[in-house]
């Protein structure tokens, strides 16, 4: 197969890869840029675990090819923290303990973020809905509910 | 280990406060490493060929051409994993499972295996695989497997436990009784009896990190392996014996671990991935799909089970009996078992007796889910005890707390309880306000208890002091849920140094002694009682250089606050020595400071817990919703009280997945229909309300603590509990779980055509 040449940034770096024509974005974050904050738990969009940013919107990587992202903007959970200050919903989930095996994370972090930018204010069943994509076996999602309104609170500044 | 009656709850410094867990900022980052996170140079991409039959007869395999592809290194079938289990059927099981011999068990069971340079060329070895079947007559359902003239599945699977044996052979596998007094007699003292048969459908663990490895093993019989497990020792023992390795030479690393529930206490195809390394020279990593992962590594059983009680009409339960069929797969388990012994731990009878019969199946190898088999036991007594409540006119709390077991009760499954905690989690429920809240039309209120053993457990710890007075504590028991901020507080504790100064590792298979699985709810109490003991011979040690240090015997000093002080006046007069400082001086009095212990945990303590569940049910689509949610249970004692309540909050949410939507679909032709997230659906986040907790801590008496382990009994009650609400919601009896819409709509209808035909 003939390999496709891609340009792209990836969490304010630019980045280059090439890669296989029907190669998920989340297959080239891992295996060839080195990222494996993204997970694979399904590869078929169902669990969210895999969830970047590209260009600002919420995807799942493993539904978008790595060749559609040529001069695209790329954020993943390596990114998220600005040097070693977390993110408060980075803090505000160990402090909540929202996590328990953490596969899930990235993908919830991600995701409570894209959230919080259309909704800074949301209510309990708007961030149940708003992340209802993203799958978590272990928390009953009591906890991460908690984290998100606890760090939207905070980033209100309320 | 005495329970330490100097040591109560008022006195713990650390323990039970709630600290920010070590691992947590690697696990919002990003960086934390998880089996599919870690690669090693040369690696190949290892995949697995599975039988899209529920049964059949391997003729042959042609693996020629999948050879010839170039980029393929290695082609393995069974052939290249002869048989060195000596005789040991389990571990037989488990190399059958690992790849069919001759015969094809379920859709899904693995036939060969490649490693090839990348995954595409992996794929298309694959496809080049030849495997020539004769299709063979299949049975998926628990109930049809044990009816005459099944298709059997053993042709040497003669019923055990039975007298006499049986000739014949079929799919019941084992036959099992527990129990006590006189069962006929206690029903003919009963003034009520309610009788009725139930099913569950089987469920998976869902954990969302699929198997994944990461293997390397040379032609000198030396090898590593990175892998996600619940118990990276017995993957290392298990690996080693169907490879024929020594099991000191493959040091096994236990990656982060994306759930397991009990999923990852099996080996699936990390065997494989062994075998496929030593053919091909190279590393291999093996990553299972998500198909793969519910197609082929362990789910839970479905069952059948039919349960009997009776009552006098003053609420005491004279007689109960069940009949458990559960199925275990292809293979003999021990879940109909574990579901007879459960079934009616939770009261105090004088006439009881449960039978359980494992039957085989052509699905995949069932494996441990969370107080494996409970769940389903606890659905059909806990159902038939409400039930029997109602027809006395007893309120259902009411009617359990006259029966509840209690210290003194001998159990249904034989042990004599000592303090247990069934009675206060009845208590608690019928005080908390949620069982006094309003309902609404349409909704519904149910409760439930559950129980589970908590096991103990071969278990090695090891504790460091470092020269700068910073503590590490080396475990081999996986961290699931925050186990290792719990080890570190212990340790915080123990030595009387802060928290922060300790920090807490799952060691490799090369660095400590055996250690059990993660699992059995036995870290906290296995590894937290082997910790506390660590540290106290760490302490000895402290003391002995202090001693040293002062001149003075051993027996003058004492350790106060993290620091050794003269026993008493006559000892001397020394200002207190720190443990930084003696850690600093430990060159020059004697070398290195540690505290180790290896040993069996016994006597862990029995759990109980009570759930209360309102639900909302749709008449028109069936659909039902979870409003409101409790969880009552005992801890012994709570180490780090947030995780505990993750761990009763995760139990349930899993349960309400279970109670209402989860369920494997078979069609008639032997195939698992709803391979995927999008299909078996787990509860997702609008699924769900929070999820209240209540924590009760009667001490385990064979823990220094009083830990009794919290990881699993939170996933006994809820099956029960929503379906008693359903029940009650509905104003008909849920018999079936899950209790999906269209279920749930037929027995509305059913109902509906009862009473109509009744007026
Ligand atoms: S891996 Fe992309 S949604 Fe599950
Ligand atoms: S914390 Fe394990 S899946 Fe969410």
Same mark, same amino acid.
């Given at each position: 197969m003939a390999g496709v040449h891609v340009s792209t940034t990836v969490n304010g770096d630019p980045a280059e890869f090439v890669c296989d024509p029907d190669e998920p974005l989340l297959d080239v974050l891992r295996?060839?840029?080195?990222?494996?904050g993204a997970k694979e738990? /399904? #590869?078929?969009?169902?669990?969210?675990?895999?969830s970047v940013t590209v260009d600002g919107e919420l995807v799942c990587s493993c539904l978008?090819?790595?060749?559609?992202?040529?001069g695209r903007k790329i954020e993943t959970i390596e990114g998220m923290a600005d040097g070693d200050k977390l993110h408060p919903l980075q803090r505000k989930f160990i402090e909540h303990a929202?996590?328990? /095996? #953490?596969?899930c994370t990235p993908g919830f972090l991600i995701a409570a973020r894209a959230l919080l930018k259309k909704n800074a204010n949301p209510t309990e069943e708007e961030i149940r809905f708003g992340l209802a994509g993203n799958l978590c076996r272990?928390?009953?999602y009591d906890k991460i509910v908690r984290a998100v309104q606890d760090a939207a609170r905070e980033m209100r500044g309320a | 280990m005495a329970y330490d009656t100097n040591f109560t709850g008022q006195k713990f410094k650390v323990v039970g406060t709630r600290p920010l867990r070590p691992d947590g900022l690697d696990k919002v980052t990003g960086r934390a490493r998880y089996g599919a996170d870690v690669s090693a140079p040369g690696q190949l991409v290892g995949r697995v060929l599975r039988s899209p039959h529920a049964h059949a007869k391997i003729v042959k395999i042609d693996t020629s051409k999948a050879e010839k592809l170039?980029?393929?290194?290695a082609v393995i079938t069974s052939a290249d994993l002869?048989?060195?289990?000596?005789?040991?059927a389990g571990m037989y099981d488990i190399l059958v499972n690992c790849m069919a011999r001759g015969k094809a068990?379920?859709?899904?069971?693995?036939?060969a295996a490649v490693a090839a340079v990348d995954a595409a060329t992996a794929r298309k070895a694959l496809k080049l695989i030849n495997v020539e079947y004769k299709i063979l007559p299949h049975v998926t359902d628990v109930d049809e497997a044990v009816k005459p003239g099944a298709p059997v599945l053993?042709?040497?699977?003669f019923t055990d436990?039975?007298?006499?044996?049986?000739?014949k052979a079929s799919n019941v596998a084992k036959r099992t009784e527990f129990g006590h007094g006189d069962v006929e007699k206690g029903f003919k003292e009963a003034d009520v009896i309610v009788e009725r048969s139930f099913k569950t459908e089987q469920t998976h663990q869902g954990y969302i990190e699929p198997h994944a490895c990461l293997a390397n093993l040379g032609s000198d019989g030396q090898g590593e392996m990175w892998v996600c497990t619940q118990g990276h020792f017995v993957y290392r023992n298990t690996c080693a014996t169907l490879l024929g390795l020594?099991?000191?030479k493959l040091r096994v690393t236990a990656s982060?671990?994306?759930?397991?529930?009990?999923?990852?206490?099996h080996v699936w195809a990390e065997p494989l991935a062994l075998a496929l390394s030593r053919k091909a020279n190279r590393p291999v990593k093996l990553v299972m799909t998500r198909d793969e992962v519910f197609k082929a590594s362990g789910p839970t059983s479905s069952t059948s089970i039919d349960v009997k009680i009776g009552a006098t009409k003053?609420?005491?339960?004279t007689a109960a009996t069940a009949t458990l069929r559960y199925q275990g797969g292809p293979f003999l388990g021990m879940w109909a078992e574990l579901g007879a012994m459960t079934s009616y731990a939770c009261y105090d009878l004088k006439n009881v007796k449960t039978v359980g019969y494992e039957v085989v199946v052509n699905r995949p190898k069932v494996a441990a889910y969370r107080?494996?088999?409970?769940p389903m036991a606890a659905f059909a007594v806990e159902s038939v005890v409400d039930e029997l409540a109602h027809k006395i006119g007893m309120d259902a709390v009411a009617f359990r707390i006259k029966n509840a077991a209690k210290e003194g009760t001998k159990s249904s499954y034989g042990p004599t309880y000592g303090p247990i905690g069934i009675g206060p989690t009845l208590e608690a429920a019928k005080n908390h306000p949620h069982m006094k809240a309003p309902l609404k039309k349409n909704q519904g209120r149910g409760m439930a208890c559950g129980f589970w053993f908590n096991f103990g457990g071969q278990t090695s710890t090891s504790l460091n002091v470092t020269p700068d007075g910073s503590v590490n504590v080396s475990v081999g028991?996986?961290?699931?849920?925050g186990s290792r901020a719990s080890m570190a507080l212990i340790a915080a504790e123990e030595l009387g140094?802060?928290?922060?100064?300790v920090r807490c590792v799952v060691a490799d298979?090369?660095?400590l002694g055996h250690n059990d699985m993660?699992?059995?709810?036995r870290v906290t109490f296995s590894s937290g009682m082997n910790t506390v003991i660590a540290a106290r011979n760490a302490k000895k040690v402290l003391i002995q250089r202090a001693a040293k240090m002062w001149d003075i015997?051993?027996?003058a000093v004492t350790w106060e606050d993290g620091h050794a002080k003269p026993?008493?006046?006559?000892?001397?007069?020394f200002p207190p020595l720190s443990l930084k400082e003696i850690a600093a001086a430990a060159g020059n009095t004697g070398g290195p400071i540690a505290g180790h212990n290896e040993f069996v945990a016994d006597g862990a303590g029995v759990s109980f817990a009570t759930h209360i569940c309102d639900v909302e049910l749709?008449?028109?689509?069936g659909a039902t919703k979870i409003i409101r949610y409790t969880v009552i249970q005992d801890a012994?004692?709570?180490?780090?009280p947030s995780y505990v309540e993750g761990q009763y909050q995760g139990g349930a949410a899993q349960g309400i997945g279970w109670a209402l939507n989860e369920e494997y679909v078979y069609g008639k032709d032997g195939?698992?229909?709803?391979?995927g997230y999008l299909d078996y659906r787990i509860p997702v986040c609008s699924d769900l309300p929070m999820i209240d907790t209540v924590i009760l801590e009667i001490p385990n008496p064979n823990h220094p603590y009083g830990v009794r382990g919290v990881?699993?009994?939170?996933?006994?009650p809820p099956l029960a509990a929503i379906a008693n609400a359903v029940s009650n919601a509905a104003g008909v009896r849920m018999t079936?779980?899950?209790?999906s819409p269209p279920r749930i709509l037929k027995a509305l209808d059913d109902q509906a055509k009862t009473k109509a035909k009744a007026a």
């Open positions: 295996n060839r840029l080195g990222l494996t738990g /399904c #590869g078929t969009g169902d669990c969210g675990a895999c978008v090819l790595g060749a559609e992202v040529e929202a996590l328990q /095996c #953490g596969i272990c928390t009953g | 170039p980029g393929v290194k002869p048989d060195l289990t000596n005789g040991d068990l379920y859709d899904g069971h693995a036939v053993h042709s040497k699977m436990g039975v007298e006499p044996k049986p000739t020594d099991a000191a982060e671990i994306g759930g397991g529930f009990g999923g990852k206490t003053d609420g005491r339960i107080a494996p088999s409970a028991t996986i961290d699931v849920g140094v802060p928290y922060e100064n298979t090369s660095s993660s699992d059995g709810s015997p051993e027996e026993a008493g006046a006559n000892a001397g007069n749709d008449p028109e689509t012994g004692k709570a180490i780090h195939r698992l229909q709803n391979a990881g699993e009994t939170s996933i006994v079936h779980i899950p209790m």
